[in-house]
Structure formats: structure tokens, C-alpha cells
């Protein structure tokens, strides 16, 4: 990551990238508009020399309204405080491939995602094959288009393929993996050499099922089950990417209440990684121990939403729940308590020399890897990448909230472990600060009016990493387009790079210590709930 | 050998966890979202069926007409009561039961009949009576509207513009 030239303003960066049709937002989101050839060329000067870098792309289809598809190019300007927004209009369904002059693994994923999706063909791309879906899927049919067939195609079976050299299969259904996926490693002796991933064996189409089915106000119940662990997080970066876009102002007090309940689900799920990944390495007694304290914050979030983790308590415009005063700071004192124990257990488990020999200088991530690539969250701060939403493009009450990001340079898995734990500790003191500071007033503004074909886009830091929402508002109540990108989706790719060089029985460790959630990034709807 | 003594002290600290559950009952917390019950106070307006993310609620019109059905399946059921937020009857009242499973699928549904409002002009079914009487209460009083149902009502509008147009490009 190099500092930007000091000095440096948006102006001077749109200018820098060739980019003239230019808007801010609310959120500090700015859309620009390009033509297919100098878009690219614009995303391509945005990632390599700005201190901005690419976050994910998508598409949208906009046939029926202006006659040709969008590609959008996301980037996270950090030091801005702005996302910019790349938006090309493809009208002959092919345009110039990002990823082949990147060589990005995030920009190589979302240009194919787009591929199977909607049939835009990037020229120059280098994925091979399908991404997301099977197969054996029809060529012609790309399910997101708006002219889609409502029902499925009926697939053929799907060819045997071999191996292709001595590939060692792990997964798709893997007792050290919990979720499906494909990893196959190419090994030399004991030694990972080489990495295929194959995922999205759960991909069900949930943006078009919300796009199709759903009322713009109904659909924050379908986001938060897009994922077992930290479902407020899509719940909450809908809501807002939806209140954006129809321009709705949401109350104070349940600004604070979705930070309360985010800080609550961010401390449950790092001390279910931190469990997993003693699990993964052998250490069942402390899995057992933290799972035990983490039991604490998830009562304390049934005690206040009605539910361990499907908290049912965003809406557009504010938040379904009420707590009065007491309540809050009971729940805070027990959740900051219940945190600060786990991590003194956590680390204490370090001391036993077995966990921390299969922790430390395992799966190393480099720095300048993480930040090309686009790794998010925890996974790129313990690669010495100092970002993080809350902090950059602050959101909810986070501009009202002090808190501390950590960063760690190492990039192995023990960095990767602490980290998280630190994290926790933050999140305990965030909270405090939540129960002293929070204000008295409405939880909910109903009081707005659905706009059509108005765009909005979110993004907050999940447990995981940054996480976008992007809607586009559509007619009679209903959403032309709702794009969803979890942050395991950048940083599972990355898995390539952490386990090249590494034994096999450090792949189990390595997977579990980004935290992937699979099932947000194939973005199935997921009935079991967890813990 | 310290951290193993760390751990094994704090696996002794914290004991025992498993509850002897189900041979002794473990309540879930008053603020538990269990599956919403209908209530007699419900009067069959159908605003709940709009609502309900999930589709696990349904107005259907049975018999001929002769019955309107408002039914609820725990199977589909999310718990996230928007039936409740929107019922203007309160009619929707939250439990804390979590223990749903059944070998009796017909268990898991919940029915509650409502005698059908008929149209005064084509006399198709459109709503409950219930709903009818309690509309004109809040507005104070039956009004012609009320009686007919949405197809017949946008005729008439459209016929009592119709006939109040004089001359004008269009016949």
C-alpha cells in the first residue's frame, strides 16, 4: 500500500483517473458514469496509484429501462472516507476484462460472478469454466437477467471429471470444514504446491428470489438469513443501503441500537472463529471452554431481540426493538464481562505449546498481497492493513463512538487469532460507551416515500470484513436490484495464496482462521440456526 | 504446562453446563419469539397476509364463497411478528413455545373461519363482514362504497366520471 501523494482530494483523484460524470451521494458514495474503454482505464489507474483499491464489482439489468446492462466497479477510497463507483453501460454484452489487467483474485471472482449471472462476456478474462453456477448449465440461460425463464433449466449429470495430477480432494463435505466447498490441493510429499477452489454448491439465487417475490420492507428478513452467524450485519447494511436510496433519515436511538446489536453479534462470532480454529488445530478443550462463555452473549441477545441470532429487529428507517435503560446496560455489563473472560481464556490457551506452534507463521499472508487482492476485515488488519468501515466510512453511531483499530503485521494465523481477540476487547468497550451515551427518543421514521429506480448502496464491517449492499429500487414497492457481496467472498479466494508452501494438515487451520462463511458467499438462505 | 493448568483449572471453574433438559423443562426468556396465535378479536381484514414476509399466512375464500379462511402454518412461520405490528385489532398475541415438533402435520396450522362480506352489485365475496362493520365504526358509519367490492367500485368511478364529462375531444 503506498500513502497517496499528500494533499490529495476526490477532484484530484476523479482527475487523475479520467473520470468527469461525477456525483456524491449520501454515504459518501460517489457514481461516476464512463464509457466501456475509459471506465477500465480509469478502474485500472484507481487501483494501481491512488491509495484506493478495488472492493468487488457487480451488475445490474437495465434493458428495459436504458437499453443496456451496467457493470459497476466498487472501490474503497479509505483515506477519502468515499467509495467510488464505477458505472459502464455495456451495450454489445462484452466488455475489456479488469481482472486480466489487475490479476486480481477479487476482480477475477466478481467479473465471473457477472459472467454466469448475466452473460456479459469480459474479454480477456481468465477464469476458465463455470464460478457460480453447475456445470452443466445451459450456455443461454443467465438467471439474473430480467427476461429470464422463471423456472430452472433441467440440469444433465454432470461429467466425471478426474484430478488432474495428484490432487488431494478436501471437502466439498469435510468434518474440519462444516460448510460445503472444493479444495483441490495439489501436494509434493506433504506440501500444499497448488490450490482449486470450487464453491457456490449452495448458490440459490437469493437476490433475484428479493428482486422477484419481495417488498422492499419485507427483504430485511430475507437478508439476515443469508448468513448462520452475523445476520444483523446484511440486515442492517440493506436497511441502510435501502434507507439511502429513498433518502430516509433514521432516529438517533436506533442508530445506537443497531451498533449495540452489531458489537453483540461481532463478539459472538470472533469467539466462534477463535473456538473453531482451536478445534481445527486439535484443541477441543478450549473450543469446549470458549464456546461456554460465548453461551453468555448469545442469551443476552435472546434476552433483548427475542432470538439468539436471527434478530428480526431491522426495518427501513430504524429498529423493531425498544430496550429501556436498565435492560441495555445489563446486557452490556454481561456481554463486556462474558467478552473479557473469553479472551483471557484464549490467550491463555497460547501457553500450550501444541496450539501454538500450529498457529504461528502458518498461512502467512503478505501485506502488499492482501491490499492488491482486496482482503477484508481481520484478515487483511492482521496483514498490516489498517482498514475498517466503522472507522473509514463510519456508519449507524459509529462517528460518535471511539474506539482503536487494531492492526498486526505478521499475517500468520496467531496474528490472524489475536487480532480478533483484541477486537473483542473493543467491541466490550464500545459497548460501555453505548449503554452511557445512547439517546432517548423514536426508534422508527416511517415516515418516507418509496422513489423508483433510485440507487443506494451500504457497506459496514462484519465480524468478517467489509460487507456491501447495493439496491436499486424498482416499481410498486419491489427492488430492481439487490446485490449482496459477504467479506468472505474476497478473502476465500485468498486461501490460494495462504496455503501454497504449507503442510496439509495446516489447511484445516488456515481455512478456519479467515473465518469463512461459505453460505455468505454462495449467499443461500440458511434455515439452521446456530449455536 | 502452565497453559495446560490454565485450562484445566478453568474447565473445573466452570463445571457442569449440560442441563438435564428434556427430563426437567428449560423455558425460554419472556422476550422469546415463538410462533404468534390469532386471537377470536381477529376480523379477517387480511392485513396480516400482506405483511408476512415468509408467506406463511393466507385469507382464501372457501365453499363457494360461503367462508373466509385466514390460515397460518407454524411451517413457514419466520417468528418475526410484522402480523402483530400491523394487526389493527391486536388480535395477534406473541407465545414462548419452542417446542414445535409434531408427527401431526395438521398441528402446525392454525385456522380461523370468518362469514364473507358479498357484493352489493356482483355479488362476489371481497371480505369479511367483520371487517366491513368494523371499517364503517371507524369512520362512523356504513358508506356506499363499503358494500361493493374493489372491481365494482372502480366501475362506478369510472361510470360517474364518465357521465359528468361534457363534450370534450374524446366520446
Request: aromatic letters at 8%.
Amino acid at each position: 500500500m503506498r500513502d497517496p501523494p499528500p494533499g490529495e482530494t476526490l477532484a484530484a483523484l476523479l482527475r487523475l483517473a479520467g473520470l468527469r460524470d461525477c456525483r456524491e451521494e449520501g454515504g459518501g458514495v460517489v457514481y461516476c458514469r464512463a464509457g466501456a474503454g475509459e471506465g477500465i482505464r480509469a478502474a485500472a489507474r484507481l487501483h494501481e496509484d491512488s491509495g484506493c483499491r478495488l472492493t468487488t464489482c457487480l451488475a445490474y439489468d437495465y434493458r428495459l429501462v436504458d437499453g443496456s446492462f451496467h457493470v459497476v466497479y466498487v472501490f474503497d477510497c479509505p483515506r477519502l472516507g468515499r467509495y467510488i463507483d464505477i458505472d459502464i453501460a455495456v451495450s454489445d454484452s462484452s466488455i475489456d476484462s479488469l481482472a486480466a489487467v489487475l490479476e486480481t483474485m477479487q476482480c477475477k471472482w466478481c467479473e465471473w460472478e457477472i459472467r454466469d449471472l448475466y452473460g456479459i462476456g469480459f474479454r480477456g478474462h481468465p477464469g476458465r469454466g463455470r464460478l457460480v453456477l453447475p456445470d452443466s448449465w445451459p450456455e443461454d440461460y443467465h438467471p439474473l437477467r430480467k427476461d429470464a425463464p422463471s423456472r430452472p433449466p433441467r440440469l444433465e449429470r454432470p461429467a466425471r471429471r478426474r484430478a488432474r495430477g495428484p490432487g488431494l480432494p478436501l471437502g466439498p463435505y469435510h468434518p474440519a470444514l462444516h460448510e460445503p466447498e472444493y479444495f483441490e490441493l495439489e501436494v509434493e510429499g506433504e506440501r500444499v504446491k497448488g490450490v482449486r477452489y470450487r464453491g457456490f454448491f449452495v448458490y440459490r439465487g437469493i437476490e433475484k428470489l428479493a428482486e422477484d417475490r419481495f417488498r422492499a420492507e419485507q427483504v430485511p428478513f430475507l437478508a439476515e438469513r443469508i448468513c448462520g452467524i452475523c445476520g444483523f450485519v446484511h440486515s442492517t447494511t440493506y436497511c441502510m443501503a435501502f434507507e439511502r436510496a429513498v433518502g430516509i433519515e433514521v432516529p438517533e436511538r436506533a442508530k445506537y441500537l443497531r451498533s449495540m446489536l452489531l458489537e453483540i453479534e461481532r463478539i459472538h462470532s470472533h469467539l466462534l472463529c477463535t473456538a473453531v480454529m482451536l478445534h481445527a488445530a486439535g484443541y477441543d478443550t478450549g473450543f469446549m471452554q470458549l464456546m461456554a462463555v460465548r453461551e453468555e452473549v448469545m442469551s443476552v441477545a435472546e434476552e433483548l431481540t427475542g432470538n439468539r441470532k436471527t434478530y428480526s429487529a431491522n426495518t427501513p428507517g430504524g429498529v423493531r426493538i425498544d430496550p429501556d435503560d436498565s435492560l441495555v446496560r445489563e446486557a452490556v455489563e454481561r456481554v463486556s464481562r462474558a467478552a473479557e473472560k473469553a479472551v483471557k481464556l484464549a490467550r491463555s490457551f497460547l501457553e500450550v505449546s501444541e496450539v501454538y506452534t500450529r498457529l504461528e507463521g502458518v498461512g502467512v499472508l503478505g501485506r502488499r498481497d492482501a491490499w492488491r487482492h482486496g482482503a477484508l476485515g481481520p484478515v487483511a488488519r492482521a496483514s498490516g492493513i489498517d482498514v475498517d468501515v466503522r472507522r473509514d466510512h463510519p456508519y449507524a453511531a459509529y462517528g460518535s463512538l471511539e474506539f482503536e483499530v487494531p492492526v498486526r503485521d505478521e499475517g500468520d494465523c496467531l496474528a490472524r487469532y489475536l487480532l480478533r481477540l483484541d477486537e473483542v476487547l473493543e467491541s466490550a468497550s464500545i459497548l460501555r460507551q453505548i449503554a452511557r451515551s445512547i439517546p432517548r427518543g423514536p426508534v422508527v421514521n416511517r415516515d418516507y416515500d418509496y422513489a423508483e429506480l433510485r440507487v443506494g448502496q451500504a457497506a459496514s464491517e462484519a465480524p468478517r470484513g467489509e460487507c456491501i449492499h447495493y439496491v436499486i429500487t424498482g416499481v410498486s414497492g419491489r427492488l430492481w436490484r439487490w446485490k449482496v457481496r459477504a467479506p468472505s467472498y474476497n478473502n476465500i479466494p485468498l486461501l490460494e495464496l495462504m496455503l501454497k508452501g504449507y503442510l496439509v494438515a495446516d489447511a484445516p487451520v488456515i481455512i478456519s482462521s479467515i473465518d469463512p462463511c461459505f453460505s455468505c458467499t454462495d449467499r443461500l438462505i440458511r434455515v439452521k440456526r446456530v449455536g | 504446562m502452565v497453559g495446560r493448568l490454565t485450562a484445566l483449572l478453568a474447565a473445573l471453574r466452570t463445571g457442569r453446563l449440560t442441563l438435564p433438559y428434556p427430563y426437567q423443562p428449560a423455558p425460554a426468556p419472556r422476550s422469546y419469539r415463538g410462533p404468534p396465535v390469532f386471537l377470536d378479536d381477529c376480523i379477517g381484514c387480511g392485513a396480516c397476509t400482506y405483511a408476512c414476509p415468509a408467506g406463511a399466512l393466507s385469507l382464501r375464500y372457501l365453499a363457494g364463497d360461503d367462508v373466509v379462511v385466514l390460515e397460518h402454518s407454524v411451517a413457514r412461520c419466520i417468528f418475526c411478528m410484522l402480523c402483530a405490528d400491523v394487526c389493527p385489532m391486536e388480535a395477534v398475541r406473541r407465545t414462548s413455545v419452542y417446542e414445535l415438533a409434531t408427527d401431526n402435520p395438521a398441528e402446525l396450522v392454525q385456522r380461523l373461519e370468518h362469514r364473507p362480506a358479498h357484493c352489493a352489485d356482483c355479488g362476489a365475496a371481497y371480505s369479511t363482514l367483520r371487517a366491513v362493520s368494523e371499517a364503517a365504526g371507524r369512520v362512523g358509519g356504513i358508506q356506499r362504497y363499503m358494500l361493493r367490492c374493489p372491481g365494482c367500485r372502480a366501475v362506478e368511478v369510472a361510470s360517474v366520471i364518465a357521465s359528468s364529462r361534457r363534450g370534450g375531444g374524446l366520446a
